[in-house]
């Protein structure tokens, strides 16, 4: 513990110093524009994109994500559906106000909210990592407003409360994350180091890969907002996952290094009927690293009937 301490506090310094000499002689930052609409969702403003016509198809990103993270697959999945592509709070261009609910309860329940705003009925929710979660919650509490459910690199809603304290940042970590964002010199070094680990092929994580993620965390508020995100997944009740009826596919990467795929066969198992693939050369970020595979499966089962 000791020696983590000095290697923590190390970088701490080591990236506020950075951060300070990046911050004098900085060049004018401004975050990139949002590319869809702004509405007011249960106490919120949610940044999502609306793309084509047919069964609607909800995208619901990971922790730290945003629309970006579905920008290869939007198209395809466009041709055949309404594609919703929502921004959580406390990410991409949606809010970070001191008075939002970040539970994955909560962003669950303004999920439906947006469905109800967009006269939407019932639709297929894909979501991945954190999103996984949130979209098992809507599925588990409002079966009727789902009509598939695909989790990708998901986390499980079910996780016992004291694992999900156990696998909440330490302070210091975000101390340093804070840190680093008043700087974008500095966040992108971290975006750096970190992006590779999410990833099969490290070839992927490319500079423009590293803006597009690390660019809307350098939104003020960020930071605050995640520390109430994480304090309330430490409290939240898990989800009945035996309770899911809709239809339901589970992928993973086989190289994901964040949801190895044992834990996500452990999830399709714990929902009834789930059907449970592996994306070959594929890390966390499949969906991105692997869109023509991904595509491929997600395609498949959105478009097979259901038996009774």
Do not use: C, N
Request: avoid cysteine; glycine fraction near 10%; hydrophobic fraction near 45%.
């Amino acid at each position: 513990m000791k020696r983590k301490a000095i290697v923590l506090g190390g970088a701490l310094a080591a990236v506020g110093a950075g951060g300070w000499v990046a911050w004098k002689r900085r060049a004018p930052w401004q975050a990139p524009l949002p590319e869809g609409i702004i509405r007011d969702v249960a106490g919120a403003k949610v940044h999502y994109i609306d793309e084509g016509s047919g069964p609607p198809v909800v995208l619901i990103h990971g922790f730290a994500g945003s629309t970006f993270s579905w920008r290869f697959v939007i198209p395809d999945l466009a041709k055949a559906h309404r594609v919703i592509a929502i921004d959580l709070p406390g990410f991409g261009f949606s809010d970070r106000g001191p008075g939002v609910d970040y539970s994955q309860t909560g962003q669950a329940e303004r999920l439906v909210a947006l469905l109800d705003l967009l006269g939407i009925q019932r639709a297929t929710l894909i979501g991945h990592s954190m999103g996984g979660a949130i979209a098992q919650r809507v599925a588990a509490s409002h079966p009727e407003r789902v009509e598939r459910l695909i989790l990708v690199a998901a986390v499980s809603a079910a996780q016992p409360r004291d694992v999900a304290r156990r696998g909440r940042p330490a302070g210091p970590m975000f101390a340093l994350v804070g840190v680093a964002q008043r700087s974008p010199r500095a966040m992108y070094a971290v975006g750096r180091r970190a992006l590779p680990r999410m990833v099969h092929d490290a070839e992927y994580a490319t500079e423009e890969v590293m803006r597009g993620y690390i660019d809307p965390l350098l939104i003020p508020g960020t930071v605050a907002a995640v520390r109430k995100m994480t304090a309330a997944a430490g409290e939240e009740a898990p989800a009945a996952l035996s309770g899911i009826s809709a239809p339901t596919l589970v992928l993973s990467g086989a190289s994901d290094r964040m949801i190895p795929p044992e834990q996500g066969l452990e999830l399709a198992e714990a929902i009834p009927g789930a059907r449970y693939l592996v994306i070959p050369e594929a890390g966390h970020l499949l969906a991105e690293e692997r869109p023509e595979a991904f595509l491929e499966e997600v395609l498949a089962f959105l478009h097979e009937s259901v038996t009774a």
